[in-house]
């Protein structure tokens, strides 16, 4: 097993913001995630629309979670072993081949005028075992791609592609939805996808982990028990998994775009949009002026915003208040991703990276997706809007409770903190 994380020749001087994109390859990979995220941006508020406009029921906006998460569940963990065994730019094209298909059979659906519910819910499960591979994958190539002293700015530029797509993409959803129908939003999602596996095949660099040492079982589960033996990624994951289930606010945006704001189509794009304008905000921040010391508490900290956010939109009545409710929570979730993103992957041996990511993505999609039928179960008992608040409150106890029980994750200083000896990692001050 190599000694450091992240494969890098003689130390280099950190740059600028913009010091990853002189790395033809890095800009490829920042381009085909781009337009990845921008796919899914599109497809799947257009998917929860299309069902809640069937339904009108919380509930089977529920049910989109699950069967996304029971592939995700499935699949994390082989994609882990694919993603540190095998070339991962062979892996990723296939990834977005999957993607491409799914999008399509959005579009046959909606084009078929299909008002069966389990088709949907059929694609939605594609899409799950399409994502659960694409990430790892990703996520194990792109440190490889820039130098090591520029990897916190590549991360923050990586998170970003997400949050210009969540920006940009929701609205443009509701704006085609209103003119020109949900099949129009799927053909576009699957050119995205097209677009990212075009990129993926024009990056130079190639990159495959140490082979997956270890056999059966053991082998397979590796990420598991590396996260287990070390507390501190074991209190990062936890803690975005727990906190952010609780806190599935944007799951139920369909019901408050139609029966609590009574703002339409246009409005729920709108509202959609507004999270990942504030992540967008913030990521570009966080990339021009990294977080230099108190990363801890910046950790914690945003977490309980996020909860904090959370209550002041589900009590909202107003649409601009309900907009800046969701600017916060979302500035906020991308403050707490940058940070547990950057301290897990350099505190991560390569060889165990796909793994580990894939552990990550399979608490990830339990959070997203199970924390969206958790939403969506919940205001089907008790209303909406108090299940909305309730998550909040929650979120906000659980930051408390977790810096109780993992102190020293809020005392991390710098991001550079987190270094990896062999064969046991852990954190520990650069001097």
Known sequence: MSSQPIP?????????AYAPFAHRDFRLFFLARLVNSF????????????????????????????VVFVPV??????????????????AYRAAQVVLVANAALFCGLS????????????????????????????????????PREQFPRAVS???????????????????AIYAGGEALIYGLAALCYGMSLLCAHGIAVRSKGGGAKGTGLAGLFGGLSYIGGNRLLLGLISLDVVALFLGGATALLPAYAYDVLHVGERGFGLL????????????????????????GV?????????????????????????????LVLGSAETTGNFIRQTLVQLSTHDDMRGRVTAVMMMFGSARSELGEMESGFLASLIGVVPAVAAGGVAVVLVAGLWLRMFP????????????????????????
């Not at 003689?10 to 600028?16: D, H, I, N, S, T």
């Not at 959609?272 to 990363?295: D, F, K, Q, Y």
């Not at 020293?408 to 001097?431: E, N, S």
């Open 408 to 431: 020293a994750l809020g005392r991390i200083d710098r991001l550079l903190d987190a270094v990896v000896v062999p064969d046991r990692p852990q954190f520990r001050r650069i001097k």
């Open 39 to 66: 796919g899914t941006n599109i497809m799947m508020p257009a998917l929860g629309w299309q069902i809640y406009a069937m339904t009108h029921s919380p509930l089977a906006l529920g049910v989109i979670g699950i």
């Open 111 to 146: 084009l078929a005028g299909t008002r069966q519910l389990w088709p949907f819910y059929l694609g939605a499960a594609i899409f799950g075992a399409g994502k659960t591979l694409s990430m790892p994958v990703a996520t194990a190539w792109m440190p490889h791609l820039i």
């Open 73 to 90: 569940m499935l699949t994390s963990i082989p994609a882990g072993q694919i993603a540190d065994r095998f070339e991962r730019r062979t």
């Open 298 to 326: 910046w950790l914690f900290g945003s977490v309980a915003l996020y909860g904090v956010a959370t209550v002041a939109f589900g009590l909202s009545r107003s649409l601009p208040l309900s907009l800046a409710a969701l």
């Open 157 to 175: 530029w990586t998170s970003s592609t997400w949050q210009i797509s969540s920006a940009t993409g929701p609205v443009l959803a509701g704006w």
């Open 8 to 16: 890098a020749a003689a130390p280099q001087p950190e740059g600028g």
């Open 272 to 295: 959609r949009a507004a999270p990942a304008c504030g992540s967008l905000a913030m990521g570009m921040l966080l990339a021009h002026r990294p977080l230099r010391r108190g990363v």
